[in-house]
């Protein structure tokens, strides 16, 4: 079941990225944006969160130890969440980007993600395409 956050609340991002590194700085940027952030390690430890389906987008990573990111929506869309969905990717493709919109992704956007490209396109998102 998904929840909908109050009017109020601020835009809950949730990410998922299995590289420490990376994850902490996308948690970092998105959270300076004034975003309520939570960041997981693996798909599963997302889909075993009941406080993620009352996120606002989510940010995936492709590869992920458990699933890749095209199934983690798919999985998420399952159960009934509608949020807005960015993938990230360091292995971009025609193929990858066809089974990412089918699936209900947004955008792909390539690795290394630029400081402005990522919160601006959340932004254009969450603002555009309310959950």
Known sequence: ????PSPDAKPRIIVVEDNVAVRRSLLLLLHGRGWDVR???SARSML????????TCLVADYRLADLDGV?????LRERGWQGQALLVTGYPSPELENAAYAAGY????????????LPET???L???NPS
């Open 126 to 128: 969450i603002e555009t």
């Open 39 to 41: 960041a997981y390690s």
């Open 71 to 75: 199934e983690l929506l798919n999985q």
């Open 122 to 124: 959340i932004r254009r």
């Open 48 to 55: 075993d969160d009941p406080q993620a389906d009352s996120a």
């Open 106 to 117: 947004a955008q792909v956007i390539e690795k290394p993600v630029g400081d402005l490209t």
């Open 1 to 4: 079941m998904t929840h909908l």
